[in-house]
Each structure stands twice: as structure tokens, then as C-alpha cells.
């Protein structure tokens, strides 16, 4: 995985988490999650096995969140994908 796809990954992987963490706070329990990166809908079943024993901790009071994935077809002219990847994009900028 290069570098800038590992960044790309890892941007959408705490995007996802973020929003499990804001659907938990406001009482979401079901979250379809629209994505066109594979290797993070592969993952689906890896989030809550997190191996960092804080950060697991960290995201123990939001298993009662219940998502599922959507794949959506990347640069095919889909508006919120597209915001969603600038998005993920200015986000990774900014921690870089």
C-alpha cells in the first residue's frame, strides 16, 4: 500500500470512527456507511477488534452502534462522494 493510499485509508477509517462515536452520543444505533474504498469495507468486521488496548477502550461504549456498508462506485460524478473525499482530503492535510 503506498503511502498516499495509506493515508487515504487511514483518513476514512477515523472518519467512520468519528461518526460511530456521533451516532452513539445521539442515539443512532443503525448507520449504513456509503464508501468506495474496499480495503475499508473489508475491514467492516475489524473495527470494534481494535489491537491499541486504549483506543479499544476508547471505543467500547459505542458497540451499540450497528453499521453496514454501502459500496458506492468512486469518481462516477456522485456529489457526496465526491464532498466526502475532499473532505477526507483537507482533513489528512491538516494532520500531516
Known amino acids: 500500500m503506498s503511502s498516499d493510499t495509506h493515508g487515504d485509508f487511514i483518513a476514512e477509517v477515523f472518519a467512520i470512527l468519528e461518526t460511530i462515536k456521533w451516532c452513539a452520543h445521539h442515539n443512532r444505533n443503525k448507520l449504513t456507511i456509503f464508501c468506495d474504498n474496499e480495503q ?35 469518481h462516477k460524478g456522485n456529489k457526496l462522494n465526491q464532498q466526502a473525499h475532499e473532505l477526507a482530503n483537507e482533513a489528512r492535510k491538516s494532520i500531516e
Not at 491499541?52 to 458506492?72: D, H, N, T
Open 40 to 74: 475499508v469495507i473489508n475491514q467492516k468486521n475489524e473495527f470494534y477488534r481494535i489491537a491499541q488496548k486504549k483506543l479499544k477502550e476508547s471505543m467500547s461504549p459505542y458497540k451499540s452502534v450497528k453499521f453496514k456498508f454501502k459500496k458506492v462506485t468512486a
